[in-house]
């Protein structure tokens, strides 16, 4: 699992500490919102690539494949990656992820492969929008 934290999270525990009922909603609506925009950026990152890796045949159903290059989100194949991508809201927590065994290491790479990241990035894409929300909400 990759856990996110943000820096000032002792201001922002404070200024939630003071905030509203209306505010905490709006937090927790923010939170899912953010969630929600960190799975399908993902899964839209597997889906449509770049690829600019070796291209292949493949076998059981023969087709060509282009592959990723290295740094690369992973080139969608048989839509499996893409498909397990799963997302929980509880609360003022969101939680993106895959079952997939090998999701790991297409994310950080192996001693033999290199990282494919699909989910740092989109986490990372939606790190200053989640940021404005919660001062909007907060200040």
Same mark, same amino acid.
């Given at each position: 699992?990759?856990?996110?934290?943000?820096?000032?999270?002792?201001?922002?525990?404070?200024?939630?500490?003071?905030?509203?009922?209306?505010?905490?909603?709006?937090?927790?609506?923010?939170?899912?919102?953010?969630?929600?925009?960190?799975?399908?950026?993902?899964?839209?990152?597997?889906?449509?690539?770049?690829?600019?890796?070796?291209?292949?045949?493949?076998?059981? &159903?023969?087709?060509?494949?282009?592959?990723?290059?290295? %740094?690369?989100?992973? +080139?969608?194949?048989?839509?499996? *990656?893409?498909? /397990?991508?799963?997302?929980?809201?509880?609360?003022?927590?969101?939680?993106?992820?895959? &079952?997939?065994?090998?999701?790991?290491?297409?994310?950080? %790479?192996?001693?033999? +492969?290199?990282?494919?990241?699909? *989910?740092?990035? /989109?986490?990372?894409?939606?790190?200053?929008?989640?940021?404005?929300?919660?001062?909007?909400?907060?200040?």
């Amino acid at each position: 699992m990759i856990a996110v934290t943000f820096e000032g999270m002792d201001e922002l525990k404070k200024a939630f500490k003071e905030a509203s009922e209306t505010a905490r909603q709006k937090v927790a609506e923010a939170v899912a919102r953010t969630t929600l925009d960190v799975h399908n950026a993902s899964v839209k990152r597997i889906q449509n690539g770049p690829a600019s890796g070796i291209v292949y045949e493949l076998y059981k &159903p023969r087709r060509t494949h282009q592959a990723s290059a290295p %740094g690369e989100p992973p +080139m969608s194949d048989t839509g499996r *990656l893409a498909s /397990s991508m799963q997302f929980e809201i509880d609360g003022l927590t969101g939680y993106v992820f895959t &079952p997939v065994e090998y999701g790991p290491y297409l994310e950080f %790479g192996t001693s033999r +492969m290199a990282a494919r990241p699909f *989910l740092l990035p /989109s986490v990372e894409e939606q790190r200053e929008p989640f940021r404005e929300a919660l001062k909007g909400i907060l200040s």
